[in-house]
């Protein structure tokens, strides 16, 4: 690595909230009592969050748990609705089911975003709207399916006074790799500051089985290439991006294409602009 870029590979991980030391019970009981003192704060009564199968949403659904059963132990409202969302038949349900056991929620709630979905590209080709090709209106309509899971979770949260749970974290926002305002859009991100291998800890720490925790990470949004890994969309392993996280050297090539990605995504990651 370039001083160049070490000194952008600060800038990023200051940028992030990525800490050089890391140990996974303080983590645990810190952001555990972020969330349960932001329900208390605010008054709200829940969580909301929608569980996928993947580690992400498991580390992020025994955090909100154990949460609300804190919250309670003060003597205030509080529950956990987990939400399950699938498009129509998942593939990994099965990984799912598994996450809901480890977490115990509160709640479960099942909606299916396939209809509300397929109405809307339904609805926008009968507008006249034209794709450039067939790849380009799945990798489009993965993105519509993201946003129906967050319009209902949010829907859950607004009937429950409550709040919507994000599984953000540093690796993901170091890529971009979520859909803006789909499951971009949340209330509360209790995973920030953290890269992959540091949320693995986190869902190991609190009871994930090695087979949900070491799970080859797949956003499962593409119809045409279902449960696609992540690392093939990047270019770039979770391995080489926690490394770059963590403020080690990465081959030269990983970090041409993290630095790259970060700055193109910049937008992904604040505020809409304004003049």
């Given amino acids: 690595m370039t001083d160049d870029q070490r000194a952008i590979q600060a800038s990023i991980r200051a940028e992030l ?3 050089d030391h890391f140990d996974v019970q303080q983590e645990i009981e810190r952001r ?3 969330l349960s003192d932001y329900l208390l704060r605010t008054g709200c009564r829940s969580l909301v969050l929608g569980i996928s199968g993947g580690v992400d949403s498991l580390a992020a659904g025994c955090l909100s748990q154990r949460a ?8 205030h409202p509080a529950q956990f609705i987990a ?8 593939a990994d349900e099965k990984d799912a089911q598994g996450g809901l056991k480890v977490i115990n929620p509160d709640q479960t709630l099942v909606v299916n975003v396939k209809p509300a979905s397929d109405a809307m590209l339904e609805q926008l080709l009968a507008s006249g709207l034209t794709f450039r090709d067939a790849a380009q209106q799945d990798f489009l309509m993965g993105n519509i399916k993201a946003r129906q899971r967050m319009v209902a979770q949010y829907a859950i949260a607004g009937a429950n006074g409550g709040l919507v749970v994000g599984t953000d974290h540093a690796a993901e926002a170091l890529m971009g790799f979520f859909t803006k305002f789909g499951d971009g859009a949340a209330d509360i991100t209790p995973l920030a500051g953290l890269n992959k291998r540091r949320v693995r800890a986190l869902a190991s720490a609190m ?3 090695d087979a949900l925790v070491f799970k080859v990470p797949t956003a499962d949004l593409e ?7 992540d690392e093939d969309s990047f270019g770039v392993s979770y391995d080489q991006i926690d490394d770059f996280l963590e403020g080690k050297v990465t081959d030269d090539k990983a ?5 790259k990605t970060f700055q193109a995504s910049a937008h992904k990651r604040a505020l809409p602009v304004a003049p």
């Fill in 83 to 90: 939400v399950r969302l699938p498009y129509g038949e998942q």
């Fill in 255 to 259: 970090t041409q294409i993290i630095i």
């Fill in 207 to 209: 009871g994930g089985s």
């Fill in 32 to 34: 555990v009592r972020f």
């Fill in 17 to 19: 909230g990525m800490m």
């Fill in 223 to 229: 119809s045409l290439t279902p449960l696609k890994p």
């Fill in 68 to 75: 609300v059963e804190q919250a309670r132990e003060q003597g």
